[in-house]
């Protein structure tokens, strides 16, 4: 069974442009969260999308945006890019049954770099 | 609110060496905890869990207790390998009294284990 898949692995882009980073799930996985990954931070929560509908939702500005897709692909969206978004940007997926406890599993993520 | 506290790296250890990684964590409810690690430039995977207080979590060699009444999930192997050289990172995922969502973990800072042969 494939892993989780996310592309592209690296991005450079300047400041105030913006950015779509896509990912697809494991097959069988109705739930996608995506993760920033800074030295400073650590792992943050940015939101997660379950049956295109996006179902919990962490602290980060609005020019942070995702979507899900029919398929359970998803994708997010940064706009207005500043330096401070350059950070390795994690998806995860699990099949989103909660009687079941499912694990996440993640992909090897897409660093985004601004300049 | 919810967090966790994992003790600060790098640790560096002698293959074979006992290691331990302290894990604490601060939440409401009854929440899952969780062992990550992440290998050098690949994403992180999950290498133990415990969805309830007294589980054990174990995989690979290493275990993990949920202890509720000291809110701590510490990371345990009797003996490293250089292969076990990576980061490790502890999580909670905040749930009801009848399970709930995982896709929103809470992780700790992530603690860098180097082991020397």
């Known amino acids: 069974k494939a892993g989780v898949t996310q592309t592209p692995r690296y991005l450079i882009k300047t400041r105030g442009q913006q950015v779509t980073l896509s990912c697809s799930p494991i097959s069988g996985h109705r739930s996608v969260s995506w993760y920033q990954q800074t030295p400073g931070q650590g792992l943050q929560f940015l939101f997660e999308?379950?049956?295109?509908?996006?179902?919990n939702k962490g602290n980060f500005p609005g020019r942070f945006s995702g979507r899900q897709f029919s398929n359970s692909r998803s994708e997010m969206n940064v706009s207005t890019l500043e330096l401070g978004d350059s950070a390795l940007y994690l998806c995860?997926?699990?099949?989103?049954?909660?009687?079941?406890?499912?694990?996440?599993?993640f992909g090897n993520g897409t660093r985004l770099t601004v300049t | 609110g919810n967090s966790v506290t994992q003790m600060e790296g790098p640790v560096t250890l002698s293959e074979e060496a006992f290691l331990t990684i302290n894990c604490t964590y601060t939440?409401?409810?009854?929440?899952?905890l969780f062992w990550y690690v992440q290998y050098p430039g690949e994403g992180l995977q999950l290498l133990l869990k415990?969805?309830?207080?007294?589980d054990k979590g174990s995989n690979k060699g290493f275990e993990a207790t949920y202890r509720k009444e000291t809110t701590s999930f510490h990371l345990e192997k009797g003996s490293v390998q250089v292969s076990d050289s990576a980061v490790y990172f502890c999580a909670l995922s905040d749930k009801g009294d009848y399970g709930g969502s995982q896709g929103n973990l809470i992780f700790g800072k992530g603690t860098k284990l180097s082991v020397k042969p």
């Open positions: 999308y379950f049956s295109e509908t996006q179902r």
């Open positions: 415990a969805t309830k207080a007294d």
């Open positions: 995860a997926s699990h099949y989103g049954d909660e009687a079941y406890n499912s694990p996440l599993h």
């Open positions: 939440a409401t409810g009854y929440p899952s």
